[in-house]
């Protein structure tokens, strides 16, 4: 049985699960009990489980990080929470010198069970210092494992699995995707953090999406398919440790690859996706590979500069044409009166 919920209650029953099955588990962050509860992922479980295992912290990213990084590696295993990827900035340290070393560096003896959960997003004037997205940065870290979750399944399923995980593990949520729904089962289970996902099947091209940007890469299969191009869109889910035999199987078939990131496109993922389909997929290849991102400039604030910002699908469409060999033009998808920097409501499941 499965019942429409939003990401924000599949991430919230993954946790409550995890809070009743491990008494080692528990939550910290900045919001994590108050009346909005990190966009309704945590509402309702300091009530159910108590001020020992579900409260807040102070502004002070560097030291929380460390307190969770201290009670990993004595038993515990910590779900902390930072409202922006931003702010998680000021826990680099704590992140990479120490979380992502400590497995290694005592030879496999110890471990650091820790979920690092980031919100990422865009819009509303959130500007250059609340809308980044780097999950590149914390990819290029050995030991540390990066997923990004997309569909309210997912999410309930990944977040159970880093919980349970021995190794430290960067959740990135996008804000625009608190609100989406889907089938989710009401029984705990788990999704795999090393495995991508094909959310469409096609032939002509693979389009690969990063996290909100798979969603728009599905309406862009639907523009696409309007003009006689079969898209394969693959969610990407896990940023590191990446799935490379998902993501070459569909390419030796297609012969083509379009990334869309949500993030930068200079020394981002999908640089490294392509990289890796040009190693080992030369002779496969009979296109180059594209690469879709955000400029190479800080996240503007305004309504104005945001809508020429971000990626959207006719761009999407048009650029797999390209690859495909046909130059084709594509309307902008019609959201009414909403600016362009919010979240389209039309994308829920089930996906």
């Not at 479980?45 to 807040?56: A, H, I, P, S």
């Not at 409202?83 to 290694?104: G, P």
């Not at 991102?293 to 503007?300: E, K, L, R, S, V």
Request: proline share 7%.
């Amino acid at each position: 049985m499965t019942r429409l919920i939003s990401y924000a209650e599949a991430l919230r029953e993954a946790q409550d699960y995890c809070l009743g099955a491990y008494p080692e588990c528990f939550l910290m962050g900045l919001g994590v009990p108050d009346p909005k509860g990190v966009f309704g992922s945590t509402l309702g479980l300091q009530d159910k489980y108590g001020l020992d295992r579900v409260f807040d912290v102070p502004l002070s990213e560097n030291a929380m990080t460390g307190v969770a990084l201290g009670s990993a590696i004595s038993g515990m295993r910590p779900v902390l929470t930072h409202q922006r990827v931003d702010f998680a900035l000021s826990s680099i340290e704590q992140l990479v010198n120490q979380a992502a070393k400590w497995h290694y560096m005592f030879g496999g003896r110890m471990k650091a069970p820790m979920v690092i959960r980031m919100v990422i997003g865009r819009g509303w004037g959130q500007g250059p210092q609340h809308s980044q997205s780097l999950q590149a940065l914390f990819a290029h870290v050995p030991g540390l494992k990066v997923v990004m979750p997309t569909t309210p399944f997912d999410a309930k399923g990944m977040m159970i699995s880093a919980i349970e995980s021995d190794d430290p593990v960067v959740c990135l949520e996008h804000r625009w995707l608190y609100g989406i729904r889907d089938e989710v089962p009401p029984d705990h289970y788990r999704v795999p953090l090393d495995r991508a996902r094909v959310m469409r099947s096609g032939t002509d091209v693979t389009l690969i999406g990063v996290s909100y940007m798979t969603l728009e890469c599905l309406t862009a299969a639907e523009m696409l398919a309007g003009v006689g191009i079969s898209a394969e869109v693959i969610d990407l889910r896990s940023i590191r440790p990446l799935d490379l035999e998902t993501i070459l199987d569909s390419v030796n078939r297609t012969g083509r690859l379009l990334t869309v990131d949500n993030g930068h496109v200079a020394g981002g993922i999908s640089a490294e996706i392509a990289a890796s389909v040009v190693e080992r997929s030369f002779d496969r290849l009979v296109a180059a590979p594209e690469r879709i991102g955000f400029p190479d400039h800080p996240t503007p604030t305004t309504h104005a500069l945001a809508d020429g910002y971000y990626p959207l699908p006719h761009e999407i469409a048009e650029t797999a044409a390209r690859l495909v060999g046909i130059e084709q033009s594509f309307d902008p998808v019609d959201r009414g009166e909403r600016r362009l920097d919010q979240s389209d409501p039309a994308y829920q499941g089930p996906f």
